[in-house]
């Protein structure tokens, strides 16, 4: 592979001069050397490969049981001020950091290959697509990007020989979880990632680009980078409308991502297609529109939970050419499990840290065969329910952006915003409440602005702004809404079905978008009519729904309380923001 891009060598050579590698291999994509690596990785016990008839093309790999997740202590935004990077992320000066790498990453690769892996986040070609160069020291980190991302001769060929390209740097260095660090300079196009093994810190093209330095170059040039799903629903006469959502972790994305329609829709020929599952990029389009497209090329999934019942279509995509990490192993047939796959713990096992145990007996101690935390690295062809625009070059027209969490009586089943002022400002609260499964308190309000909060690229309060910015220049906005699949009856018991069920909701919500149905006005926005959520064949009457629909005035007295609180950390917030918040607290004073 000959790069003629004289800035991509330039920075390889400083690169390699600093972590001295043994040699260098660029990354072409080719099986033929993606087999090799595969092999080499095997030899060494980096991967093992999994049983060739039940998962062909699938490996397994375990990290270190300190690094098995991101970790946000760890992770910075080193703008040139700390203005800049805001109050939501931990910055450092960028030259003290860089003084700080630089000692970490001196001779880091010494006795390894130092991989460069040109890579593009969208289709190469796409006017959404940009291109970033990886170096690393992990064959794993190759083989995870080759599925995340599109790599090889194609995005050699679209990068010229003076275009700018995104830097990232990883080195597995001696995996010192003190000096572990996720960094990024958004001014320098800049990811350097050290002493981790772990793809949410390594794999550079997910969060650390597509997210962190891509929101920073979407305010730049006048686009967003949003971590949200893309689905189109389509009727039965063909056509289809996409949706895109940002959820806070364990609100069901990726089950909402790859939904599959209840009978009641299925058996009129409505189908549902997977677009993205994580990330979206949005522009305006030729139409004055919202366009959307899904800069990754596979899905990054958690694995614990994932099965047949709750998400057949995530679960068929792992079928082939997988890479699973710190799942368990069963060691009878060179196959993986995890907790939620199914009812049947393997009796020969091997737990994700290692040990042989007898799956059964380890769980009934209370111990897990797979890390919570584990994961999943799948192509996206391999989805059964995959857009045919998924590679599409100019992506999808959005209709509307919904916003959502976990709240047991705040937020009703379904809302939307009075315009896109009033809906940037119902992304900019967004919360959510913590459940057992999270360390803490249960019932703790968490704010998480539209998902974003780990993953802006800059000041969030600059961040608000930049979204109030993009709906002043789209001549045909989406409707935005927010939704709530987590409220409970006063026994604590979930009162709406979810899962293939919250199809009805995304229904209401393309009809309001088409002005098919009406609306009530409440405090805080449109509310369905009751009648207007099809309940055909549900266990519920539409007594139940108005309750789901029902606005609590105290409630939201005290969840205008938290969002004035949680305002407060901006000192650069929007005044659209602030009047907003007023129309709320004067609307629930009525």
């Given at each position: 592979m000959v790069i003629n891009n004289a800035k991509v060598n330039k920075w390889v050579e400083e690169v390699a001069a600093l972590t001295k590698p043994d040699s260098i291999l660029w990354i072409d994509g080719s099986e033929a050397q993606l087999d090799m690596l595969r092999a080499e990785a095997c030899a060494t016990g980096e991967i093992i490969a999994l049983n060739s008839e039940l998962l062909p093309g699938c490996y397994y790999h375990r990290t270190k049981p300190t690094d098995v997740a991101r970790v946000e202590a760890r992770t910075f935004i080193c703008a040139k001020t700390k203005e800049e990077a805001g109050p939501t992320n931990n910055w450092m000066d960028p030259a003290e950091m860089h003084a700080k790498l630089d000692k970490l990453y001196d001779g880091s690769m010494k006795g390894r290959v130092m991989y460069a892996i040109p890579y593009?986040?969208?289709v190469p070609g796409s006017p959404f697509a940009k291109i970033g160069?990886?170096?690393?020291?992990?064959?794993y980190v190759v083989l995870n990007m080759v599925i995340m991302t599109r790599v090889?001769?194609?995005?050699?060929d679209v990068l010229g020989p003076d275009d700018d390209f995104v830097k990232c740097l990883h080195s597995k260095a001696d995996l010192s979880d003190d000096d572990k660090y996720i960094v990024q300079f958004p001014e320098e196009n800049t990811i350097m990632s050290v002493n981790s093994a772990y793809g949410g810190n390594v794999l550079l093209g997910k969060k650390c680009f597509a997210l962190r330095i891509a929101s920073y170059l979407g305010k730049l040039e006048g686009w967003m980078a949003e971590h949200m799903l893309i689905l189109g629903i389509e009727n039965p006469q063909g056509e289809v409308k996409y949706i895109c959502a940002a959820f806070p972790s364990a609100c069901g994305k990726t089950n909402l991502a790859m939904l599959i329609p209840p009978s009641i829709y299925k058996d009129k020929g409505y189908k549902v297609w997977c677009v993205g599952d994580d990330i979206a990029w949005l522009r305006v389009g030729p139409d004055g529109g919202l366009w959307a497209v899904n800069p990754e090329n596979g899905f990054f999934g958690v694995a614990p939970g994932?099965?047949?019942?709750?998400?057949?279509?995530?679960l068929m995509s792992t079928k082939k050419g997988t890479i699973f990490t710190n799942v368990a192993r069963n060691l009878d047939n060179d196959t993986v499990w995890w907790e939620g796959l199914d009812k049947n713990p393997p009796v020969n096992a091997e737990e994700w840290k290692g040990a042989k145990v007898n799956g059964p007996e380890f769980i009934a101690s209370g111990e897990k065969l797979a890390h919570p935390?584990?994961?999943f690295t799948a192509p996206a062809e391999n989805c059964p329910c995959i857009s045919k625009e998924f590679n599409s070059k100019d992506g999808v027209p959005?209709?509307?952006?919904?916003?959502?969490?976990?709240r047991a009586k705040a937020a009703p089943l379904v809302y939307q915003s009075r315009n896109w002022q009033h809906g940037v400002f119902v992304g900019a609260t967004m919360a959510s409440e913590t459940t057992a499964a999270a360390a803490g308190?249960?019932?703790?309000?968490?704010r998480d602005p539209m998902a974003m909060l780990p993953f802006c690229g800059y000041n969030m309060g600059d961040y608000f702004g930049h979204w109030l910015e993009m709906g002043k220049k789209l001549t045909k906005q989406p409707k935005i809404f927010n939704v709530n699949w987590f409220r409970k009856d006063d026994?604590?018991?979930f009162i709406w079905p979810g899962f293939g069920d919250n199809m009805r909701v995304l229904m209401w919500i393309l009809d309001r978008c088409e002005d098919k149905v009406d609306a009530d006005e409440v405090a805080i926005g449109y509310v369905p009519k009751a009648e207007d959520i099809n309940i055909e064949g549900l266990n519920i009457d539409v007594d139940t729904v108005k309750e789901l629909l029902s606005v609590d005035k105290a409630v939201w007295l005290e969840e205008a309380a938290g969002i004035k609180e949680f305002f407060a950390k901006f000192d650069r917030l929007p005044k659209e923001m602030a009047d907003e918040l007023a129309t709320l607290e004067a609307n629930l004073s009525k």
């Open positions: 593009s986040m969208g160069v990886e170096l690393t020291d992990s064959i090889g001769q194609q995005v050699v994932t099965s047949e019942k709750t998400n057949y279509n995530a935390n584990s994961r959005v209709s509307a952006i919904i916003f959502g969490g976990r308190a249960v019932g703790v309000v968490r026994d604590g018991n």
